[in-house]
């Protein structure tokens, strides 16, 4: 029997797929779950890119990998009769603010009800040590700074996505209080950015970005043609949003140690922690950071604010500092660096391979090639069902909003270069920039 077996769904995502790289560097064998709903699976590999490439970069194998959906009972309950799990991290979720508006149903069933589901097969099986991947969101508006666990939760959420995440920190609360046993471990994270040092894997929106490193990294590698700041009006030093960012790697080594944490015996109930990195920076601190680390001029235009967006927003990370002996070790700088370091290797994300030999071949262009070769992503990309779905969904809704006065210079574009094949917009959008 293997007593160091850990469950991970959602890990072929830009968080799990981190994560994995520290558990298995920190000796746990791992089972993966993921529907490959917002992950890259090429056509011919057996599982998901980013997969492969935390294999490669540990040197490790993972235990299994089931291309399954955490609603499917039946699956789950034989892949939990196959494996012994000593512990489950949570991270499959849907995490678009925008998308969560106009699909709620689907973020409730995929998100509360999967959970719901998850713990149900959990419990039935006796596996009661659970880490849930929450977010700064179910903090709404601050009613002080820095934000720490005590701040009140729920009121202040203004979207389907961040109410999954409140309901589901609710469900976790009543299981923990309701029978004895149960472990859980719910990390809200502030913005998290970057990637593996390596470069080798990092975030891969599929679509136009809605966070902003991601955005100024495809600005940087010109696949975007400039970033939108939204504000210089805020109270702050320079006039726009202040947020908090985590590498994600700091974040990365926050699950292993608050996993090795939970599994002690005398951790019980539920337990909280925010993770960030305890500082804010202007929008304009990371434009300096990347174009300083990068050496790349990063244009930008400041537009009209968001409705809902705050003037700062950053965590008291003390209690993770003292009660998990953890603390963050990479800079903003840092942050910048290894996100540019993943997206000037990868420019298309985990699709790049296919993108880099059309440009290899072709005229040398390479925003021309990117922008022009993308509509060919269906051929060589796995799409799920949900994946199906959501791109004809979208392909509507997005022949829709072109039709609008205001529709931007970028989603025009896509939509005349017909690149609408997976521009399904599935980053979490911070509250924010
Ligand atoms: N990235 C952020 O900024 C951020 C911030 C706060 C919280 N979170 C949370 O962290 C978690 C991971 O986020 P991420 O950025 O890695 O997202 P991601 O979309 O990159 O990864 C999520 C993964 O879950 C999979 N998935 C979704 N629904 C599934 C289902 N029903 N069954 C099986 N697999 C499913 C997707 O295919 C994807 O690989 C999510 O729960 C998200 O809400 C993310």
């Known amino acids: ?39 890259i699976h090429l056509n011919g590999k057996n599982m998901p890119e980013s997969l492969i490439r935390v294999q490669s970069i540990t040197g490790r194998q993972l235990v ?23 512990a489950v991290m949570h991270f499959a979720a849907l995490k678009a603010v925008g998308e969560s508006c106009k699909i709620p149903l689907d973020y409730y069933h995929n998100n509360v009800s999967g959970t719901i589901t998850l713990l149900e097969v959990m419990r039935k099986y006796g596996v009661k040590k659970f880490i849930f991947s929450s977010s700064a969101t179910v903090y709404g508006y601050p009613d002080y700074l820095p934000i720490d666990e005590n701040h009140r ?170 009660k998990l002996n953890w603390k963050p070790k990479w800079t903003l700088k840092d942050m910048c660096a290894h996100s540019w370091k993943w997206q000037s290797k990868y420019p298309m994300g985990y699709r790049t391979l296919r993108h880099k030999q059309q440009h290899d071949t072709n005229d040398g262009n390479l925003n021309g090639n990117f922008m022009a070769n993308n509509n060919n992503v269906d051929n060589f990309v796995q799409l799920s069902q949900q994946q199906q779905q959501r791109k004809e969904h979208f392909l509507d809704m997005s022949m829709m909003e072109n039709k609008t006065a205001n529709e931007t210079l970028l989603k025009t574009k896509i939509f005349k270069g017909k690149r609408f094949a997976l521009e399904v917009n599935n980053n979490e959008e911070d509250i924010i920039v």
């Open 1 to 39: 029997m293997n007593n160091n077996l850990i469950l991970v769904t959602g890990a072929a995502g830009y968080v799990g797929s981190h994560c994995l790289v520290e558990l298995l560097n920190n000796g746990y064998d791992v089972v993966v779950i993921d529907n490959c709903s917002n992950s």
């Open 64 to 86: 299994n990998f089931y291309k399954e959906d955490i609603n499917n009972v039946t699956k789950l309950e034989e892949i939990f009769n196959k494996h012994r799990f000593i």
């Open 153 to 322: 939760t729920g009121n202040g959420c203004t979207n389907p996505y961040g109410r999954t995440k409140y309901f589901i920190e609710e469900i976790l609360k009543d299981l923990c209080a309701s029978e004895k046993g149960w472990c859980v471990a719910s990390l809200r994270y502030f913005n998290p950015v970057g990637a593996h040092e390596s470069g080798e894997i990092g975030e891969d929106p599929q679509g136009i970005p809605n966070n902003l490193m991601p955005f100024i990294s495809q600005v940087a590698v010109r696949r975007q043609p400039f970033l939108k700041v939204f504000g210089n009006d805020f109270k702050t030093a320079d006039g726009t949003g202040v947020r908090d960012y985590i590498h994600i790697m700091d974040l990365a080594a926050g699950h292993s140690i608050t996993l090795e944490n939970i599994l002690k015996k005398e951790w019980t109930g539920w337990n909280v922690y925010n993770f960030g990195a305890g500082t804010g920076y202007s929008v304009l601190d990371v434009i300096a950071a990347f174009e300083e680390s990068t050496g790349i001029n990063i244009p930008y235009k400041i537009c009209n604010r968001r409705a809902g967006d705050v003037d700062e927003l950053w965590a008291d990370i003390r209690k993770a500092q003292n």
